[in-house]
């Protein structure tokens, strides 16, 4: 098949979008973030022409999370690296995979990051990982378009009929004559579980909920949530230094959890816990689920797994998981934005990883193939991802071999941003019986069916402007236009 690609345009959008309610991670709150949709416009071989879209929240505070560096500083910088990245992809020349797409401009990814922060004067370099946020939903819109300017899904277009590369040229000799598309289910699973977030900030029992808690019609307590979408996959942001503090915040969400699911005769329960890199050693945790086998050996059963326990920069102190992955699944995370990462993971003990489209798709894919390959269990996390961002991550899930389920916690955070695409989409956005449907992810390209999405951007995407570079409000949105 004739499918490689051709870039003819890159055009992105920018809106500020404020939190229906704080979210606390880490030693971070988000109360507002840069949400970001990318267009692209690709043409085949055979001269067909299509669109390709992407989305992601720009978020510094998890990509980038430094007090050296003022948050609107931090922010702008990511907004003009997805700018210059989608100036650098639009210049692309000629015709090629998305993968490979990325794969050669990754370096000039790195490069025009550091470019904007010495332009900007900043005391702190952006980490790669800010950087690979910023390039994916350039990313995103490039795999979509893939699919669509072929007329096929997407998904299909990663095995040995369609891409030019067998993954021993990306992998190594190992990898020779597999390709990214063995690892991928044949077709979405039609049901997947979500993981619900309980931020640092997030109120427990409906009996404590505050007056002036939002009354939008939404739950506002644990309690709640659990009752109206049947939670059964709970992911529990923990401080990391503060062990009386975590060991009884768990086990509280437990206590939550139990009492619903006794109203509702139900007992199924999944857990994960994340600290967002505050523990100073895995010991910390090793001790935290020792008292917590103790206090409740059945929460401790439940737990699957914990996220990234101590600092993203692994080579820092080179912590030695292993004594900890005998425990519990210990998940890599902000420490994973490249193969090397994988690699030294490994080296020092860690159980698996976890993927998110955030960290670029073509990214996602080789990391993937991978884990499978050598046996390691990895996980789909968000950034909070609303609207096609969710669309995207969940399609990813459900098409992959997760630990289990995906992890989407926009609906609590940012509901607002997604009303367009949940009216095409609604069985991903409304949970039920602790899970999404995935019926509605269907056609070309991601399944996104931008078509049928009431979005501004979507239907005035086609209209091209004299000037290289114009703001422009659409209707009642506060979508900025950038045309490239």
């Not at 959008?13 to 606390?24: D, Q």
């Not at 690709?42 to 003022?70: C, Q, S």
């Not at 899904?153 to 990898?175: C, K, M, N, R, W």
Request: a negative charge; aromatic letters at 8%; proline letters at 5%.
């Amino acid at each position: 098949m004739r499918t490689d690609i051709r870039v003819l345009e890159v055009q992105p959008y920018y809106s500020h979008e404020k939190a229906r309610e704080p979210l606390k991670f880490g030693n971070v709150v988000v109360e507002e973030s840069l949400y970001c949709h990318v267009r692209a416009r690709v043409e085949n071989r055979k001269g067909n022409v299509a669109d390709g879209w992407g989305a992601i929240f720009l978020m510094d505070m998890w990509g980038w999370p430094t007090p050296k560096v003022a948050h609107s500083d931090r922010e702008e910088a990511m907004r003009r690296v997805n700018e210059r990245f989608c100036h650098l992809v639009a210049s692309y020349k000629g015709y090629a995979h998305p993968v490979d797409i990325f794969l050669e401009t990754e370096k000039d990814l790195k490069r025009v990051s550091h470019q904007v922060c010495e332009e900007m004067d900043l005391p702190e370099k952006m980490p790669f990982l800010a950087a690979l946020i910023s390039a994916s939903p350039v990313d995103a819109a490039l795999h979509d378009a893939f699919g669509k300017v072929n007329s096929i899904s997407t998904y299909d277009g990663y095995g040995p009929d369609v891409i030019a590369h067998d993954l021993g040229y990306y992998l190594g000799q190992e990898f020779r004559g597999r390709t990214i598309g063995d690892y991928i289910r044949k077709a979405y699973l039609p049901r997947i579980p979500i993981f619900h977030l309980v931020g640092g900030l997030d109120t427990l029992w409906k009996a404590e909920v505050a007056e002036s808690a939002p009354q939008d019609g939404l739950p506002n307590s644990l309690e709640e949530w659990i009752e109206r979408d049947g939670l059964i996959c709970l992911k529990v942001k923990l401080r990391g230094n503060d062990l009386e503090w975590d060991l009884n915040r768990f086990l509280e969400v437990v206590w939550v959890a139990r009492e619903v699911q006794g109203r509702q005769g139900r007992s199924e329960l999944y857990l994960s816990a994340d600290t967002n890199e505050q523990c100073e050693s895995p010991d910390y945790v090793v001790e935290l689920l020792a008292r917590l086998k103790e206090k409740d050996p059945q929460a401790f059963d439940s737990l699957l797994y914990i996220e990234q326990p101590t600092e993203r920069e692994l080579s820092a102190h080179r912590f030695d998981m292993h004594g900890l992955s005998e425990i519990k699944l210990v998940i890599l995370d902000e420490s994973l934005t490249s193969l090397e990462d994988f690699d030294l993971a490994l080296e020092l003990g860690w159980s698996g990883i976890a993927l998110k489209t955030c960290k670029c798709q073509s990214n996602d894919l080789l990391l993937l193939a991978k884990a499978e390959e050598k046996g390691i269990p990895y996980t789909i996390q968000d950034l909070t991802n609303p609207g096609l961002a969710l669309l995207q991550s969940v399609g990813l899930a459900a098409r992959t071999h997760t630990v289990k389920g995906v992890e989407g916690n926009s609906r609590q955070y940012f509901p607002h941003i997604s009303r367009p695409e949940a009216e095409v989409h609604p069985g991903i956005f409304r949970v039920k019986d602790g899970q999404v449907t995935t019926a509605s992810l269907r056609g070309a390209g991601l399944g996104f069916r931008v078509e049928g999405i009431k979005r501004d951007i979507f239907h005035a995407a086609g209209a091209r402007e004299s000037e290289p570079l114009r703001d422009n409000l659409k209707g009642d949105t506060n979508e900025k236009v950038h045309v490239l």
